[in-house]
């Protein structure tokens, strides 16, 4: 069935360095791709997304490249931030029903 | 505007015990999901409502749980009886509609179960 598997946690970052979170998927048909973000206390928001191949999602200097050849849609961004510390999900979805499966969750902890 | 509202935050009750969640979509969202997010896992969704009528609903477990939208607004989610396994995190979304543009799902804080 379809699936997402990404990177597990934490990952430990200091202020300014580069963050990649790895997510690859497994799907019949042709995804919708996300990021999902949960900050403390709070509930999962729309990070970016990308709805075909080679398609780059971007939002608050996070990026991530729909590669249909390597089934991967990696978070990345230059430089992070301790307001940046959260939970980020990968996930997907198909066809008409909407339905998001989601990978298991990266938690990300930025040092000042 | 305000976001997808969730209540309880937090319940704790003991098992064999009945318990609701309630949830407000956004204004004007005829797609409600309820989804489920087991502690160090990534949410599942448990059903899907079209305004009033649940239309993907495979995933609830029906013999205990339940779940209603009247008037294809407020949705209430229902455990009777709660078991010790049911401890979790409750999520509700919504949105505008399935595709393109209207798919995006808005989720409310969630509602953290602990069933002793």
């Excluded at chain 2, 064999?16 to 969704?45: D, M, R």
Aim: proline letters at 5%.
């Amino acid at each position: 069935g379809d699936s997402v598997t990404q990177m597990e946690g934490p990952v430990t970052l200091s202020e300014e360095a580069f963050l990649t979170i790895n997510c690859t998927y497994t799907a019949t048909g042709y995804p919708s791709l996300f990021w999902y973000v949960q900050y403390p206390g709070e509930g999962l928001q729309l990070l970016l997304k990308a709805t075909k191949a080679d398609d780059k999602g971007s939002n608050k200097g996070f990026e991530a490249t729909y590669r249909k050849e390597t089934t991967s849609f990696h978070l990345e961004k230059g430089s992070v931030q301790v307001s940046d510390s959260a939970v980020y999900f990968c996930a997907l979805n198909i066809g008409a029903t909407n339905k998001l499966i989601f990978g298991t969750g990266t938690l990300l902890a930025v040092q000042p | 505007e305000a976001g997808v509202v969730q209540s309880p935050r937090y319940k704790i009750i003991e098992k064999k015990q009945p318990v609701a969640f309630w949830c407000n979509p956004i204004s004007g969202h005829n797609t409600l999901y309820w989804y489920l997010q087991n502690l160090g896992q990534g949410p599942e969704l448990l059903i899907r409502y079209e305004n009033e009528e649940a239309v993907d609903d495979s995933q609830l477990p029906k013999d205990r749980f339940s779940a209603e939208r009247l008037k294809g607004v407020d949705s209430t989610l229902k455990i009777q009886p709660a078991e010790l396994g049911d401890s979790a995190v409750y999520l509700c979304a919504s949105s505008l509609g399935l595709a393109g543009e209207y798919n995006e799902q808005f989720f409310g804080p969630g509602t953290r179960l602990t069933v002793l």
